[in-house]
């Protein structure tokens, strides 16, 4: 690995059939980190990661996630979930500004591993 600045303004933020939008803001065979936008009042499609476990960095707004058997629970600015490989997880924003997180993904973060648990 070199250094690198990646500054976020060059991002390019791709909206998803999950219902938000995402911007990858790094990527390695080992880790994968993007820039997730949830719309006010929306909930993510309940799906999980085969083979790769996630955590959330909430960086702005407030919302309730749901993960695994663990209660809904809100969170808000500067909280942190741990998603491990496999487990269920949505997210919803409660609020009437955009919620926003960091996701950081081990191993990196591909197509393959996505499970949606929700008949469209």
Known sequence: MKPM????ANLEETATYERCSVAENYHSDNVSVARATVKAGVTTVAHHLTGVEEIYIITNGQG?????????????EGDVVVIPAGVSQKITNTEKTDLVF?????????AR???????H
């Open 102 to 110: 960091t996701c950081i993904c081990t191993p990196r973060f591909t």
């Open 64 to 76: 309730v996630v749901e993960v695994g058997n663990l209660p809904p629970t809100k969170v808000v």
């Open 113 to 119: 591993c996505y499970v949606d648990e929700e008949a």
């Open 5 to 8: 600045i990646i500054k976020a």
